[in-house]
């Protein structure tokens, strides 16, 4: 179902996504504004306010990206770098989940932001970004990565679409705090942030032959083909009027979807679709950290008990299991003795099924996956 805007007040759309296509332009788009969610997924953590707002700005990334595709499973964007902020974590599960969480060295945050240095492309560093479309475990993983090299999440998603996928692409983020100030009671604030994806999609096969060609051996950074794309007068207009958004109308309540696409595309037609909803929610559960904490052997088990217990602390939401590790040696040895001795302590093809190697890997010791060897396994003491 689609609608042809209106000028007008239209009631905001806060933790979902907005489809649009403008005709008149050979584009097509998404609008995402995220506020509980995103106050839900930053509350969970006590991270200091410069990686709230980075995380945020990847998770109304991730929001736009991992809507548009079409499949069942999850989408996750993750940056490794060698900035403060080693890792950010989005994890999109189809069709509405999202969660998120963050590494980081807290004082070379802070020392970064008290030097001026808070932009994200400061905070992140030199690494990459990989986005991995996992759906499930027999189907392989997708993975497209592109160097972060001192470029914002908006650079390196332009040039993720520019060489993976050949899309001329424009994404804005925001992230802000709204202040709220109920008589007689503290000051509450609360995060939130708004994102808007533009893709050239014409149908014409005049316009599209461009992208029929390889970009060869290119060299990195350089977009070949886009010199010939940018010059289409359709394309440009698009681009144009999405650079000229500005933070406030992505993280400002009172301005829904829907008027700031009038704004920008009302005399091209613009048409919205069915709106998609997002929520915060983990998909950690006590059954899957059992059954992760079963892949480990004896020895390594006892390595991780702390007072008789076993603790793991889920690192997206900061939910804490208790196990007691004789609960998974007595029934260890139940198995040895049905089993005639080979079942127990068998990593053989786990540490290879784990994302070790040479993409970057998720803090996924809760989903049941064995964090690779080169994780210092943060979610378990
Ligand atoms: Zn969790």
């Not at 999202?98 to 932001?113: G, K, N, P, Q």
């Not at 492309?121 to 160097?147: F, I």
Request: hydrophobic share 35%; with cysteine.
């Amino acid at each position: 179902m689609t609608d042809q805007l209106a000028a007008g007040p239209v009631a905001a759309g806060d933790d979902s996504v907005l489809p649009f296509q403008v005709e008149g332009l050979d584009a097509r788009g998404r609008v995402v504004h995220l506020g509980a969610a995103l106050d839900t997924i930053i509350g969970r953590h006590d991270y200091p306010p410069a990686v709230s707002r980075l995380l945020g700005e990847a998770v109304a990334l991730t929001a736009l990206l991992g809507t548009s595709l079409k499949f069942e499973g999850r989408f996750i964007v993750q940056t490794q770098s060698d900035g403060p902020v080693h890792m950010l974590v989005v994890d999109f599960e189809t069709p509405d989940r999202l969660r998120a969480c963050a590494r980081f060295d807290r004082e070379a945050v802070l020392a970064s932001v008290a030097a001026g240095m808070d932009r994200p492309e400061d905070l992140l560093g030199k690494g990459h970004l990989a986005m991995t479309v996992d759906q499930g475990q027999y189907t392989s993983r997708y993975q497209g990565v592109v160097p972060l090299d001192g470029r914002s999440l908006e650079d390196a998603a332009h040039q993720y679409f520019a060489q993976s996928e050949q899309i001329p692409t424009r994404v804005r983020l925001a992230v802000g705090e709204l202040v709220t100030r109920d008589p007689g009671h503290e000051p509450r604030r609360e995060w939130r942030a708004g994102g808007i994806l533009v893709q050239f999609l014409p149908e014409s096969e005049d316009r599209v032959r461009v992208r029929d060609l390889h970009p060869g051996d290119a060299p990195d950074g350089s977009d070949p083909f886009a010199d010939q794309v940018e010059d289409d007068d359709a394309w440009t207009e698009a681009r144009v009027l999405v650079e000229t958004v500005e933070d406030v109308e992505l993280t400002d309540p009172a301005v829904s979807a829907e008027s700031l696409l009038f704004r920008l595309f009302h005399e091209r037609g613009v048409r919205v679709f069915d709106r998609q909803p997002l929520q915060e929610r983990c998909r950690c559960s006590r059954e899957r950290i059992d059954d992760m904490l079963r892949t480990f052997t004896p020895e390594e088990r006892r390595d991780m008990t702390v007072d008789a217990r076993i603790t793991v602390t889920c690192e997206f939401c900061s939910t804490v299991y208790d196990f007691d590790p004789t609960d998974f040696d007595a029934a260890e040895e139940n198995n040895v003795a049905a089993d005639d001795g080979s079942a127990g302590g068998d990593l053989s093809g786990v540490d290879t099924a784990a994302e070790g190697g040479a993409g970057p890997t998720a803090p996924d010791a809760t989903d049941g996956d064995r964090t690779s060897p080169e994780d210092d396994e943060p979610t378990v003491r």
